[in-house]
């Protein structure tokens, strides 16, 4: 089992930053890939950003505005948010799995509202 708890979701203006965080437990952290998903009201939850040992991965959405990184020491991956938009509007869950092979798993999601 995997636990993750997401923190940082906030509301924020248009052309603001926020950092998301979200820590993990239950599994040795270097071992896990990790993501960020979001959704918004009405809408499927898509991808945002992943990152594995030594790459990363981001939508066309955030690329550019978005940097995902983690700590393993801290077992912590973060999500930077620039220049924001209110179409990022959404609920964003982290999401930890250690191969396509394993089940996912995910965080209870943390609300990020942009104000236009």
């Known amino acids: 089992q995997v636990q993750l708890v997401e923190s940082g979701g906030g509301l924020v203006q248009a052309g603001g930053s926020l950092r998301l965080s979200c820590a993990a437990s239950?599994?040795?952290?270097?071992?896990?890939?990790m993501g960020w998903y979001r959704q918004a009201p009405g809408k499927q939850r898509e991808l945002v950003a992943t990152?594995?040992?030594?790459?990363?991965y981001y939508a066309d959405a955030v690329k550019g505005r978005f940097t995902i990184s983690r700590d393993n020491a801290k077992n912590t991956v973060y999500l930077q948010m620039n220049s924001l938009k209110p179409e990022d509007t959404a609920v964003y869950y982290c999401n930890a799995r250690q191969s396509l092979l394993h089940r996912p798993y995910w965080g209870q999601g943390t609300q990020v509202t942009v104000s236009s």
């Open positions: 239950g599994r040795p952290f270097s071992s896990l890939n």
């Open positions: 990152i594995t040992d030594g790459s990363t």
